[in-house]
């Protein structure tokens, strides 16, 4: 497979990121108000379970994403000139979506070659095998770490324009000061004129919003529920899943869908890694993660505090997402 593991050398290493983990879980533990952060959701199962979520009839960011694909690949590609560019996908999954502009990018005879970063190995090694089966002609080279590390890797190495995905509203899950950091690190990685093409979901009915956090099958609760089973797994925990249930809901004043796990009895669970035993009372929440969503001036305000221009946006025909094209700007 024609991938590079960077949480393999010495600063990314197992070890590394089984303390990182640890660390989050004691700080989170030990909070008046518990929580865990939303990145530990994709170890491998996670992974799977979010694909999973994708299909579920509610959950309609990845639908709306898809149509705009399938309506304005065309467009979108046409955006990005005649010279070499290094397609970069932050989180790239299964590349559903994706495959459309890189089927997009042959018909127009693009030369490109296709960058996916994934904190999933066997994300990145199954993406690997569909991509050989389905454009044996694409170079592509995969890279396992976390999206800044994976992404200043890719730039130091590459030759040509960078066109950056990040796409399927994961910009959501900062909160505004910590997403315009995010960006302008982005930014700092980026070369002047290289293209990010960002997922933003639209403000929009309370009620679809609820039902796609909330799917009629449990994909979502199986999903947050994980986090507990990979405590269980990689830092020895004794959690019993039975005994917590998951919870999403959201926040107006905010314009934030939130996820919970709540504990459903007076319990208490050991984490060996931690040698420390944690009490949870009946009905005492962890709180996992916010989903913001946006108004059009806000995708705009962040774009201008971060560097950016907006080259182009694409929305689908509900209006409830868009996926918008920004332009580093450094000179």
Known sequence: MDYTVLENTETHSYDSLKEEFSLAVLLGFSSEQKWLPSKFFYDDE??????????????YPTKCEQEIFDTHGNEIVELIDGNKTNIIELGAGD??????????????KKDFEYQPIDI????IVGLSNSLKKEFPKLKHHGVVAQYIPGLN??????????FILFLGSNIGNFHTPDA???????????NDGDLLMIGFDLKKEIDVLLHAYNDSQGVTSAFNLNILTRINH?????????????FGTYNPLLGSMESYIVSMTDQTVRIEALEKDFHFAPFEP????????????????????TGFEIVSSFKDSKNYFVDSIWRAKKN
């Open 46 to 59: 996670g992974s799977k379970l979010f694909a999973k979520i994708t299909d579920t009839d509610e959950y």
């Open 234 to 246: 990689e830092l020895g925990g004794n959690f019993n899943i039975s005994n917590f249930r998951h």
């Open 95 to 108: 590349g559903r979506k994706t495959k459309i502009l890189l089927s997009e990018m042959f018909k127009q």
């Open 153 to 162: 890797w890719l730039t130091e190495n590459n030759e040509g324009r960078n």
């Open 120 to 123: 999933s190995a066997e994300a």
């Open 180 to 190: 315009i950091v995010f960006l302008r690190t982005l930014w700092n990685s980026m």
């Open 286 to 305: 962890i709180h996992l993660e916010f989903s913001y969503k946006y108004l059009n001036r806000e995708v705009k305000h962040l774009a201008d505090e």
